[in-house]
DNA sequence: CATACTAGCTAACGCTCATAAGTTTGCCGT
DNA sequence: ACGGCAAACTTATGAGCGTTAGCTAGTATG
């Protein structure tokens, strides 16, 4: 009998799981089925995770955790809220055209974790949206931006970038870099600050 | 025993479900959980309805035929490209407003149904998709419009007017009819077009 | 060469689900 | 007043789910 020492890693069934979750949703995700591509009996999933839960807390968690942290790094040491807000869309745009798995996740099943982690969840999205939303405030105060409100631009820019991960093709011709600064001009055409 | 004559109606059930299937999605909703919230057994449910399955081809049939309607009413008689984006833009970003259950279970739970249902769906969607698309692409050749690409702008434009459905409240101090005019305005900023 | 560990495996559990079959009950038209 | 229908009910079935327990066989360590 064959059987390999470490024929499946944990990082490849959160991968797979990341993959299926993407592509059924969570409720419509089998653990068989992913094992069944990992070509490992289902309880051998045990091995590398706690539970089904537990493989959508922390594609979530690291999903959003990440958002934040590209937030933060882009929008460091900026002042200028044009400047500030292109690059926030610049890396907000670009991750959902390079995190489209995540992306898709996140927004389809964050309202399947259970309490306190969905509320912590949401929390985090709801940080970044407001840090947006002021950005956008700050403009319009400052006049640089011309929008009636900051919160229906806000939330426009934000699902117009999420959106990305639904119909972008990886191995498409067009390339993230472009997506992201097509976009970008979006949303600064959105809070009427014109092109750059 | 009581036992009303008609406590039920078909109309009741698929209502019920277009709310679970919104909030928990298709595969995270039971039978029982529609028939609790009708204070009626499960298998009663079956002198309503003949599978679970079609009641989501039901409401997202439904739901992409009206769409599709509510776009060609819109646009019928209008030949000027920023005439008929407004109006296009005016009804879609409206419906996510007034429909927003509808809209969720459809983006969410399309890739639930089977086949050829799905096909089917997709095609209506793509349908209004270059619909759009075209109006773009015309605005951009007559001059009117001003945007790299057609396909991203329909793609931004459309996802934007379906989130709305993510985070409009029913009962807030906002109205449809103001939401869809200022997502209105972000659409043509986006095109170039100015605002009207 | 013996030991311990790791990551598979099979078998089985308890639960929930969608759905089917057959039964009861109350209203409506004749 | 009564027969029939419609819509509820109870009960049951079989499939599939996530998960646990216990076993086996390779690998690395000493």
Chains 1, 2 share one sequence.
């Not at 389809?108 to 002021?134: F, K």
């Not at 006049?143 to 934000?158: E, K, Q, T």
Request: negative net charge.
């Amino acid at each position: 009998m064959t059987a390999a020492r470490e024929s499946v890693s944990t990082a490849a069934v959160v991968d797979t799981a990341l993959t299926l979750f993407a592509e059924r949703g969570y409720h419509g995700t089998a653990l068989s089925q992913i094992a069944e591509v990992l070509q490992v009996r289902t309880p051998s999933l045990y091995n590398h995770m706690r539970s089904k839960h537990e493989l959508l807390e922390t594609i979530i968690g690291d999903t959003v955790r990440g958002v934040l942290d590209d937030f933060r790094e882009a929008t460091a040491n900026r002042g200028d809220p044009l400047d500030r807000l292109y690059h926030a869309v610049l890396v907000y745009s670009r991750r959902h055209a390079t995190h489209r798995r995540e992306a898709i996740v996140v927004n389809r099943d964050t309202s399947s974790l259970d309490e306190p982690t969905r509320s912590q969840m949401q929390a985090l999205r709801r940080e970044h949206e407001h840090a947006i939303r002021s950005i956008i405030g700050d403009g319009v105060a400052a006049g640089r931006f011309s929008v009636d409100s900051p919160a229906l631009a806000s939330f426009a820019i934000r699902e117009m970038c999420v959106s990305i991960a639904r119909w972008y093709q990886d191995g498409g011709p067009i390339t993230p870099e472009q997506v992201s600064r097509e976009y970008t001009e979006f949303a600064l055409s959105i809070v009427g600050a014109g092109r750059m």
